[in-house]
């Protein structure tokens, strides 16, 4: 039986795309996890992009998910672990970044901003390009200029309680 309180279940941002771009495979596991899922394959292991196509609200294959997926452990997870946040804050923490990134894909949206990725993890490092070298039509806009504050925001939160970057 799963625990109702797995901060991992009530979570998923790994899954979406938001903290991680990809799931690396290691050669004993990519026969199982490619009967579950497409994979890219190279040499002996092989690679699934983020978003990963088993997450729907809820990992639908939790318990054979490859090795990366379950050892991974986010900075929220180990502090829930060691008891510095509980799980309720834990879950107000992860609606609220669930929030921020709709915004900022709302606002994506909204500018017409096309992106190659779906990973929203790989959309933040194209946008983080784009940014730096100042190639967009849109770079010196209002609305541009708000967006990246709001992406800064969403990615000092998460590196501040999950320990990653996106931006």
Do not use: W
């Amino acid at each position: 039986m799963i625990d109702s309180t797995n901060i991992c279940l009530a979570c998923g941002l790994c899954c979406t795309g938001t903290l991680i771009g990809f799931v690396q495979l290691n050669s004993e596991e990519l026969p199982v996890v490619r009967k579950l899922m497409d994979i890219e394959e190279a040499s002996n292991d092989g690679v699934f992009l983020q978003p990963c196509n088993k997450y729907c609200d809820g990992c639908t294959i939790y318990l054979d998910r490859p090795k990366q997926c379950a050892s991974y452990k986010c900075e929220l997870l180990k502090s829930v672990e060691r008891k510095e946040v509980d799980f309720k804050s834990a879950v107000e923490i992860v609606d609220v970044v669930k929030q921020k990134k709709s915004a900022i894909e709302e606002r994506l949206a909204l500018l017409q901003i096309k992106l190659q990725s779906h990973s929203f993890y790989f959309k933040m490092t194209e946008l983080k390009n784009l940014y730096q070298k100042n190639e967009h039509e849109l770079s010196s806009t209002p609305d541009f200029i708000d967006l990246i504050a709001d992406i800064k925001q969403l990615d000092n939160l998460l590196s501040e309680r999950f320990g990653v970057t996106v931006f």
